[in-house]
């Protein structure tokens, strides 16, 4: 079955600094990888939809410039949280959607990671 | 914005016994799915329901779909202590791009 890896699965860092999330799919390629946080016991927030060589679009409200994404082949997008604050401390969960389909219509399973606990000292 | 709605936000119950979880939405859909999420852990796809299908069954789950009413409904059936975790649904609106729902935290006790 399809196989979504994140990496790293904890993280601990100090307010400042910036802290990288990778997201694959281990064995499809991913057109569109989307992007989601979840605070502790809620829901999942979609942060923002990646598109493999184009740039993301992000969800109202969510800041660009501070959730930095790249999906720079159809195996691994990445998310960057720049200058990291105590409120950013969450749990970040991908996941992947199969290129070998495309239309609206259509459904397109999602296959998720297991996600990336994220805590800023 | 968050556009499902579970209920009940928890619900505790004896192995053996059914549990069923309720999601509401807002606007149209193109299908709804549920998820499941261990504490921690990532989700796993439990059953999806088209737009046009009002019905569906897999093993002990059985889901429902009232566009009309623009609700769904999730039952487990002979719960065992195992199935102990949160579910969500969650509502696509075109291009696998998925809306959560706040999620139902299950608890069965042996």
């Known amino acids: 079955g399809a196989v979504v890896s994140q990496h790293p699965s904890r993280v601990i860092c100090k307010s400042g600094t910036s802290v990288k999330i990778e997201c694959r799919s281990l064995?499809?390629?991913?057109?569109?990888m989307f992007w989601y946080r979840q605070f502790p016991k809620q829901s999942l927030m979609l942060m923002a939809t990646?598109?493999?060589?184009?740039?993301?679009?992000?969800e109202q409200g969510v800041e660009k410039d501070k959730f930095l994404i790249n999906h720079a082949s159809l195996t691994l997008s990445t998310l960057t949280v720049t200058s990291a604050h105590p409120e950013d401390s969450s749990f970040y969960i991908c996941?992947?959607?199969?290129?070998?389909?495309?239309?609206?219509?259509?459904?397109?399973?999602?296959?998720f990671g297991p996600g990336t606990r994220l805590t800023v000292l | 914005s968050q556009q499902g709605e579970e209920d009940p936000q928890a619900l505790s119950i004896q192995e053996g016994e059914n549990a069923t979880m309720n999601c509401s939405y807002k606007?149209?859909?193109?299908?709804l799915q549920w998820y499941r999420q261990n504490s921690g852990r990532g989700l796993v796809h439990l059953i999806l329901i088209r737009s046009n299908e009002r019905e569906k069954h897999s093993g002990r789950l059985r889901v429902t779909l009232d566009t009309s009413k623009k609700s769904s409904s999730l039952l487990i059936t002979a719960s065992r202590a195992a199935d102990t975790a949160s579910y969500f649904c969650a509502t696509d609106r075109g291009y696998s791009t998925l809306t959560f729902g706040k999620g139902t935290m299950l608890l069965v006790s042996p």
């Open positions: 064995d499809f390629q991913a057109t569109t």
């Open positions: 606007t149209s859909i193109n299908n």
């Open positions: 990646s598109n493999e060589g184009s740039k993301a679009t992000y």
């Open positions: 996941s992947a959607r199969d290129r070998t389909s495309g239309s609206s219509s259509s459904y397109n399973e999602q296959f």
